[in-house]
């Protein structure tokens, strides 16, 4: 289970991450725009799964939706599609696999919120 005190957002993930491309902002922009659109995606397929309680379906799109959210910083989102994908790869979604299959969309919603709010602080500043 993700730890409650994990944060939405780790903003050094970020800051690191525009260091690692010489500051460049916009850059970084569109590979969190890349992020959101393709994580889309991917919380569609976990919820599919969920509802067919198709573990095996699991799988991609947590392992996918955790490495893509470690990059970004969405740390509470990649820890929960890692008991995703460890659920998946059980071959069942009871219990904690269901509990985090459960949470996902409240966690998108929340990385969503905090990365679109990242990006108005840099704009405003």
């Known amino acids: 289970m993700s730890e ?3 944060p939405t ?10 260091a690692s491309v010489d500051g460049d902002r916009t850059f970084v922009i569109e ?7 393709d994580g889309a995606i991917h919380v569609a397929a976990i919820d599919a799964a969920r509802a067919t309680d198709d573990a095996e379906a699991m799988v991609r799109p947590a392992h996918t939706l955790k490495s893509s959210s470690a990059t970004v910083g969405a740390a509470r989102l990649a820890a929960t599609s890692r008991e995703l994908e460890m659920a998946g790869r059980s071959g069942s979604l009871s219990g904690a696999g269901q509990a985090a299959a459960a949470r996902v969309a409240s966690e998108w919603n929340a990385t969503t919120d905090a990365l679109r709010a990242w990006i108005a602080d840099g704009e405003s500043a």
């Open 9 to 18: 957002l780790d903003t050094a993930v970020l800051d690191e991450l525009s």
């Open 4 to 6: 409650p005190d994990t």
């Open 31 to 37: 590979l969190i725009e890349a992020y959101l659109a």
